[in-house]
């Protein structure tokens, strides 16, 4: 979906840092780290300047997932049944090269199809989701997204089972 991704950073390069810091609600370090990023991204870049998503991203989910331990079978694996969900990029495989960026699906980015990044992928990921999950023998979808990602999905429309587990931690006791 690298076409629509350009059409977000076309729309970004419009703001200055400071109306990034206001918009993604971030430092000012981080928002003219951004807003360099934003310059500086491109529709097309090769391997050497691009990362794996399963390695780009940090948080529980990835953390857990180890991906720097995983062997070629189980980046194969990853690859053909795990997505990563994306302000910028709608869905990712795991070894999709991407840019680094900032942008979160909450964000109430104003542009050519909405007034958020909801309805900017509103078609594109519940249908791009359904259809791979559909591929599955099983056809279930097992949820590891944060909330605020998980709405992009419409669950209430997902033609197949999900599966949303809920982890807890003990305090000792």
């Given at each position: 979906y690298l076409d629509r991704s350009e059409e977000l950073v076309d729309e970004?390069?419009?703001y200055s840092p400071a109306?990034?810091?206001d918009l993604?609600?971030?430092s000012d370090k981080l928002a003219t780290l951004t807003f360099e990023r934003y310059a500086s991204w491109r529709l097309r870049y090769d391997a050497a300047e691009g990362q794996q998503a399963l390695l780009a991203f940090s948080g529980e989910v990835f953390n857990g997932l180890q991906a720097r331990t995983l062997d070629e079978a189980d980046l194969l694996f990853a690859q053909e049944h795990v997505r990563i969900l994306s302000g910028l990029y709608g869905v990712l495989r795991p070894l999709d090269l991407?840019?680094?960026y900032?942008?979160?699906i909450g964000t109430k980015l104003k542009n050519t199809r909405g007034g958020n990044l909801y309805e900017f992928w509103k078609d594109v990921i519940p249908e791009r989701i359904a259809r791979d999950t559909g591929r599955q023998e099983?056809?279930?979808l097992v949820n590891l997204a944060s909330n605020e990602y998980f709405k992009s999905v419409r669950a209430r429309s997902f033609p197949y089972r999900i599966i949303t587990p809920v982890f807890k931690e003990t305090d000792g006791d």
């Open positions: 970004l390069r419009g109306q990034l810091g993604m609600k971030v991407m840019l680094p900032r942008l979160e099983n056809q279930v």
